[in-house]
């Protein structure tokens, strides 16, 4: 079985600080995980994603995200903020070892990021 | 763009009447989702297939079928819409590469 908890469901930064977004995750095999951003009325974009390579996973827009095993975390980050981040982010994890077609996504609930000019 | 196309992108309908929702996608991708979008409960997954002709149920499948007659063609059909169904509803097709997954433009589907 997997699952994600997003520790935050509102984070409210200023326009050039830096962002963290807090993801856990459970999972029984080794996990893919991923980010994904959902700006208002939009579908879901990917961000980054984790499928055991280097730790320290590069995404679009300047976002950054590290995956740490032995605190079953995947944290997103983002040195400074700007206005055109503020939207839902989404961790979601893919428990590739459970068989079957779905390959188990599991999303969390969301973080929704604003940003204070 | 995953080349993932979905119709219709609004709907009203009244409750207890059938509802058909299609994703239409172009790049020849074997595996398709169909998730609905709840606030407060992220994206859970309604059913999903893995090939023509090829179904199964999800997290949240209960009132909803599917049909997959053509790889480009993945069909979400509540048969006798509640008002609990009233959600936005994401298709996804998921690249030949590890667990990822792309995603359509959505369906927001009210049933009054």
């Known amino acids: 079985a997997q699952s994600v908890t997003q520790l935050d469901s509102h984070v409210s930064v200023s326009e050039g600080t830096p962002v963290l977004l807090r993801c856990n995750y459970s999972s029984s095999y080794s996990p893919s995980l991923f980010w994904y951003v959902q700006h208002p009325n939009k579908g879901l974009q990917l961000l980054l994603k984790y499928t055991s390579a280097a730790t320290l996973v590069k995404g679009i827009n300047g976002f950054e995200a590290e995956f740490k095993k032995s605190e079953t975390s995947f944290h997103l980050t983002k040195p400074s903020a700007h206005m055109s981040d503020a939207a839902e982010y989404f961790c979601v994890v893919s428990d590739r070892g459970s068989g079957g077609g779905a390959d188990g996504l599991t999303f969390g609930k969301g973080t929704h990021l604003i940003i204070q000019p | 763009d995953a080349g993932i196309t979905q119709s219709p992108r609004h709907k009203v309908t009244e409750t207890g009447t059938p509802v058909t929702l299609r994703c239409h996608q172009t790049e020849n991708h074997r595996y398709m989702y169909w998730y609905r979008q709840d606030p407060g409960h992220g994206l859970r997954l309604i059913h999903y297939s893995y090939g023509v002709k090829d179904t199964d149920k999800g997290e949240v499948s209960d009132g909803y079928s599917v049909s997959r007659s053509k790889t480009e063609d993945f069909l979400l059909t509540l048969e006798s819409a509640t008002s609990s169904q009233t959600s936005v509803y994401f298709c996804?097709?998921?690249?030949?590469?590890?667990?990822?997954?792309?995603f359509g433009p959505g369906t927001r589907l009210t049933v009054t």
């Open positions: 996804a097709i998921r690249d030949r590469d590890l667990g990822e997954q792309y």
